[in-house]
């Protein structure tokens, strides 16, 4: 698969309500030895309920200036969330759906 | 599940974190050497069966960085063909910061042929083509 497949598409949760859209997919070098790196497994996905476009750096927590286009972009993505991979029950032409259980983590990195 | 507003819950992640399109596209490729090699256009992830259930199903990884027209098809929509792409496999990667540094030479990537094919046979046959410039 190439992560644009993923990148923009709707998420929905059981229930098939709409949960927003791919903004990013987070990856975690946390595999086994794959060369001088950790293979880069997927570990989730960051859904935005507003909009499917990148967050340009202002997932970081201390990511704070300039401050207009800080808050702009928040306001943007605000209710951004991270969807954990082992959260998702499927993944088909209409998108990517939530398993039931599934939970909303913080999506912010340092 | 937690309501908006409330205090998300934070995932404990047991490595380094890298968001695809945060740290890893549109990023310069570099050589062993630092020398720019293409951009990282898109990555080419481990299969996720379409349409069926992902339960116990091992988490994707990234197989390689790819190279080719994706810029285009991210702007105006669709999916570029996969054979127009030039891949570099994850394993090549030393380190990923300002830019992907490879663990390998430009020429061994295959993204790079086009460019040595004119080296080779059109550039080296001009006079003074086979040297710097003085």
């Known amino acids: 698969m190439i992560l644009s497949d993923l990148l923009g598409v709707p998420v929905t949760d059981p229930a098939g309500a709409p949960l927003g859209r791919v903004a990013d997919a987070r990856f975690v070098l946390d595999g086994p030895l794959d060369g001088q790196l950790a293979a880069a497994r997927l570990f989730g996905l960051l859904v935005s309920p507003h909009t499917g476009s ?57 | 599940m937690t309501d908006e507003g409330e205090r998300l819950p934070r995932p404990e992640y047991r490595g380094r974190v ?19 090699v293409q951009t990282a256009d898109d990555l080419e992830i481990g299969d996720v069966p379409v349409g069926e259930s992902l339960e116990g199903a091992e988490r994707p990884r990234i197989l390689a960085i790819l190279n080719g027209t994706a810029l285009s098809t991210r702007v105006v929509g669709g999916r570029p063909p996969s054979s127009t792409l030039e891949r570099i496999p994850w394993r090549h990667v030393a380190d990923v910061g300002t830019a992907i540094r490879l663990t390998i030479e430009a020429d061994d990537v295959d993204a790079t042929w086009r460019e040595r094919w004119v080296r080779d046979h059109i550039i080296r046959r001009i006079p003074g083509g086979r040297h710097d410039p003085e």
């Open chain 1, 54 to 110: 990148s967050f340009l750096g202002y997932e970081r927590r201390t990511m704070r200036a300039p401050y207009p286009i800080a808050v702009v972009l928040r306001w943007r993505h605000r209710g951004i969330f991270l969807l954990r991979w082992e959260d998702v029950e499927r993944v088909d032409r209409d998108g990517v759906h939530a398993r039931p259980g599934w939970t909303r983590y913080d999506a912010t990195i340092d």
């Open chain 2, 18 to 36: 890298l968001d695809a399109a945060l740290h890893l596209l549109d990023r310069q490729v570099q050589d062993v050497h630092g020398e720019p």
